[in-house]
Structure formats: structure tokens, C-alpha cells
């Protein structure tokens, strides 16, 4: 397999890779425990997203990129870059790739996916799918953050010790940033995977030398990985490096994009999502007569593939974060969507939904799971209830009961009108906050009232009830101690049941269900791609799911170079979501599509 850069006067890129070797001092020695200091990285649990520090933090973060992401944009500076437009040919004239996405969160996910990755061999359903020679990792390779650390103990400590040294094929690795991958403007993302020495991440080489990147495949395929900066714009350093690229397209070349989140999707909702993407493809990849037959994207955390007349859209983020639910999929999309003016000059195409997983049965079950995942999944969110309650009720003890007598306790109490109106706003700010994208209905503010009201009611019952207790009889401070030390955790756990509820009846009008899911953090239902192009230019699409991730891992006794440090103590079983997809070298003839709008 060659990986070079194709330009005349630049040296091969493969050679300059180091030797297939152990690669650094934590290669060359294989762990003899799961002890952190063993393996050189700390395995995370999944990240408790309703944290409320967490959530504060993420918030904050997704502030300042949108008010500030143009002057941390750090594309205009990889124009000094290299520039190289690069080469994936297996030995026998095809090649075998895979793609991975949203894949940085807690080990046993993260890992167990990359373990599947890295094995020599898979056989699914009958299917033998050796290990390709390249992976594309499609955003978000880690979270909650881009913090350094994070990317080595979620993402680069799993996938070291799932292939720890290069083995004698070479496999090479190239990676499109998410939304979190830009959250410290891209430059941890820049320090791992573009690089000008060690040009390695774990056991594959990294090939490109910028952001995005452009891969000439066997068979006059294409891949092009886009960094649209979280759907803010395409840069001109990137316009221009991919003009240069469609200079080699020509009407036979056959074109798959990588992009950071699947905005056919949720241009549904926000018909400006799909903008980027659109413009891409419309001033750089048609006027070369080129056709983009697959569009490939992370972002939501499960499987599904969307079919019009000659493209396949994909959704495949089940690398290892949380999984996000299949049942509230648009059956029908038009792409690109009908009611902006920015895609006048493009041809709308419908597309169906020809596939999911998880199904719907089971992504309607998991739903379900919130009352029991919520308040043990995110105990500090727990917590915080129960502060906010206990502070509630208090604030009604205060304004129902005969306090007057004691200063102290007067002067304690929360004023009652402004803790209602607290609970309702934050309410209301959780039904739709701010920073969230897509149109805002009634819907969305009638749930958020409904569910503020909801937290005062059992603040009215918890008062009554607390009241009717003899702590409130006790000499102060004694009764505000024993509301913190009882009655807030008590308190904490029904509210949080309360939220469970809200969060499972808001699901079902399409309001909240990131975090109806986000709140569970679900290991399980895992999925990547294996594609598999032949040397007459076929393209096979291999859906592989993991019904259920291990979480008991052991040393692996197999003590050779390439071989995993851990095994799963129960076996990893992967199955095909779907039957293989294949998408013939030429498109099938099909009707001409409706003329655009005007």
C-alpha cells in the first residue's frame, strides 16, 4: 500500500515515516496489569454530561466559540502548511478503509470499538473483513473538551493499547475535527494529528498535514475530509486547497465526504446547517463533472443511512460517546432543503431512510432508562436538585409558617418569589437554552413552563410534608441543618425522577432528547464502517454494530508487537446493522430530478 503525497517534487511521505517498529518507549513495553501507571494513560468513565459544572463549563465553552471562533480560527494559518493531496492503494489494487466517529468518552465504549478496530480479521455474519489499511476518524475524538489530557486518557491511550506499534502494512490514519475537537481552537487536534515528525498515532501513521485533507482511492474514488469549524463557514486557505484538488477530478471520479456532523439532517430543523456543505459541492466538486456518491458524518451517536437517487447519506457516531436515539429520525429528507435562498442554484433530491440502528423498538426502550441511569449516571446534577429544593422549600417554610419570632431564621430565607421565578426560568432555559441551534416552537416553551410549574408543585408538596415533621419545631439552626442533611437528598432523588419524566414526555415532541439520552450515557449499540473498494471500482459498505461493549478487560497473554494489551474477558460479538451496501462504479440511470425552485 502506497500513502503519498502526489506531487512530483515531494518525497514519499511513507518513507519518511519511522520504521514499523515499536514506536516510542510506551510501545516497546507491554503493560503487565490494567494499572494506569501500567498502561500510560488513565481509563475514564463515560463523562456525566448534566454535571452541573460540566454543563456550566460546556456552555461557557460553546459561548466563546461562537462569539469568538473567527480569531481563534487557526485554518487561515495552516495555509503555511504542506499541501499534499494523498494516495491509499492496497496490494491487490483495492483497498480497505474504515470509518470511526464521536469516539473520545468513556474506556469500555471507546475501546471496545477500537479493539474491533485494530484486530488482524473480523468475521461478521459470515463476512471475513480483514483490518483495513486506512481509518478515518470522522469528529469528536474526544470529550467532554480538547484538553490534552483528555485526548490521551479517551482517545489515544485506548487506541495505543488496541494496536501498539505499526504492523508491516502501514495503516494510516486521518482525522476531520468536531465541534469539541474545537472548543480550545483546534490546537490539540493540530499537535496529535498534524504533525512534521513522529508521524504516528498509536499503531497508524498520520498522513495529513492539515485540517482536512484529500485521499485519491483505488478505481477513480475520492475522500475528502471538510473542517467546516462547527458549521460556521469554509475557510479560503481550504477553498483553495481543494480547488487544486478538483483539478485532478474529471466525470468519472467518484467522490466520498467526510464532514463534521450530518447536517442533512439537521437542516430539517435549521435549513441553514446544510449551507457549507451545499456550497462545496456546488463550486467545487460539480463544475468537475465529478459525482459525490457517499456523504459520511458523526455527530449523532448511532447509525443511519439515507437513500436518493444517486447518493447515500450516513450517520455513524457510535465510536464510543453516548448513544443518541434513532426513533425521531425524519423518514423523508429533501437535500438540500426547500426554504432558504441560499440553495436556489442546487437541485433538491429527496432522500429515505432505508436503515437505523439501534432500531426503533429498542432506541424507544432505551428511553425508558432515564429513571433509573439519571440520578446514578450524574450525581453532582442530583445534588443540585436537591439544593435548589431544599432552598425552595425553605423560602415557602419561611413565607407559610409562624418564623416571625426568630431574626435569624428570617434573615435565612430565601425571598419566595424570586426562587419561583429562578425555577421556572432555569425551566424553561433547559427546554431550549440559548446556545442551542434550530427554530425555537411552542412547544419548546409551553414543556419548559410546564416542567418549572411541575418543580414548584413538588416544592409546594415537599414544604407540606417537611412542615408536618417536628424538625421544624427544633431551636435554630438545628431545622436548616436537617433540611441540607435529610430532607435535601431525599428531595434531590424524587426531583430528579421529576426531570426523568419531563425529559422522557419532552422526547416524544422532539424537545430535549439529547439530553433525554446525554443524561443516561449509554454504552451500548455501538457501530463503525468498513468499506471495502474492490480494484473494478465497487464500493461495499460494511455496517458493523456492537450490541453490547465489554467492561471486564484482562492483559492479553498474546505477547506479540502488534496484538492488543487488553482482551475482553466476554467476547465482543460484531454484527451488521444492515445488510452490505453496494454502490456500483457507475450510478444506475435515473429520471431526471425536478428543476430548482426559483
Known sequence: MSDEPDHPDRPDEADERPDPGPVGAR????????????????????VPWLAPFLLISTGIRTLLAALFGA??????????????????????????????????????????????LAQPELTVDGHRLPRAQTLVMGGDQVYPSAAYASYEDRCKGPYQAALPVTPPEKPTLFAVPGNHDWYDGLTAFLRLFVRSRDRNFAGWGTGQSRSYFAVELPAGWWFLGVDDQSGSYLDDPQLAYFDEVARRLGPDAKVIIAAPAPTWVKAADDPTAYDSIDYFIRTIIDPTGAQVRLL????????????????????????????????????????????TFARRASTTQPYDLVARYPDV??????????????????????????????????????????????TNQRLFTVPLVLMVLVTVLAAVLFARPPSASGKRHVRHWLLGVGHGVAHVALAAAGTWVWLALPFYYWPWPLPAAAAVVLYGPVIGLVASQLVAA??????WFGVNVNELFAGQGIE?????????????????IYPVAVDRVSRDWQVNPD???????????????????????????????HPPPPAPLS
Open 27 to 46: 510501545a516497546a513495553r507491554r503493560p503487565r496489569s490494567t494499572d494506569p501507571l501500567e498502561l500510560g494513560f488513565t481509563p475514564r468513565k463515560p
Open 71 to 116: 480569531y481563534l480560527d487557526k485554518r487561515e494559518l495552516q495555509n503555511a502548511f504542506g499541501d499534499g493531496v494523498f494516495r491509499q492503494v492496497g496490494p491487490d489494487g483495492g483497498l480497505w478503509l474504515d470509518y470511526v466517529a464521536d469516539l473520545g468518552d468513556g474506556f469500555n465504549a471507546t475501546y471496545s470499538v477500537a479493539y474491533l
Open 296 to 339: 459520511l458524518s458523526g455527530d449523532l451517536h448511532h447509525y443511519a443511512r439515507y437513500s436518493g437517487p444517486n447518493r447515500q447519506l450516513i450517520t455513524c457516531g457510535g465510536g464510543g460517546a453516548y448513544l443518541y436515539p434513532t426513533h425521531k429520525l425524519p423518514e423523508r429528507l429533501e437535500v438540500p432543503p426547500r426554504d
Open 361 to 406: 423498538a429498542r432506541s424507544r426502550r432505551y428511553g425508558w432508562g432515564i429513571f433509573t441511569r439519571l440520578p446514578f449516571r450524574n450525581p453532582g446534577f442530583t445534588s443540585l436538585l436537591g439544593l435548589l429544593h431544599t432552598l425552595l422549600m425553605l423560602a415557602m417554610a419561611g413565607a407559610t409558617a409562624n418564623w416571625a419570632d426568630s
Open 502 to 507: 419531563y425529559l422522557l414526555v419532552a422526547g
Open 524 to 540: 451500548d449499540s455501538k457501530s463503525f464502517l468498513r468499506l471495502r473498494i474492490d480494484p473494478d471500482g465497487t464500493l461495499t
Open 559 to 589: 505477547q506479540s508487537p502488534t496484538a492488543s494489551w487488553l482482551t475482553p474477558e466476554d467476547r465482543l460479538i460484531p454484527r451488521l446493522s444492515e445488510p452490505p451496501v453496494t454502490l456500483p462504479p457507475t450510478p444506475p440511470p
